[in-house]
Nanobody
Framework: QEQLVESGGGSVQAGGSLRLSCVGS????????MGWFRQVPGKEREGVAY???????RLVDAVKGRFTISKDGSKNALFLQMSSLKPDDTAIYYC????????????????WGQGTQVTVSS
């Protein structure tokens, strides 16, 4: 059974750091685009960071310079290092597998984790 499981969320004060992890099972992790998305209640899910199967990365402007996406193919693991966190970063964070080259389009991701809550207080 293919699945993704996130961990590492929590509550921090503004300026703090968190590292999210996402472990995949049931498929060859490194052969796919992987992305981190986040969602706030009442708003659409939005892409935050992406990493292609070849390791190329892309982050959205809102998190550039503060977040880093990486992966460890040997462990089927995806990471999101978040620093200088802001209250606006508060959301549920999801990892997802893309079935084609990474994009922000939700419908191009076919496997999602259950999400992990990140709360940043001012």
């Amino acid at each position: 059974q293919e699945q993704l499981v996130e961990s590492g969320g929590g509550s921090v004060q503004a300026g703090g750091s968190l590292r999210l992890s996402c472990v995949g099972s049931g498929y060859i992790f490194s052969g796919y685009c992987m992305g981190w998305f986040r969602q706030v209640p009442g708003k659409e899910r939005e892409g935050v960071a992406y990493i292609e199967h070849d390791g190329a990365t892309r982050l959205v402007d809102a998190v550039k310079g503060r977040f880093t996406i990486s992966k460890d193919g040997s462990k089927n693991a995806l990471f999101l290092q978040m620093s200088s966190l802001k209250p606006d970063d508060t959301a549920i964070y999801y990892c997802a597998r893309g079935w084609r080259r990474c994009s922000s389009r939700i419908n191009e991701y076919d496997l999602w984790g259950q999400g992990t809550q990140v709360t940043v207080s001012s």
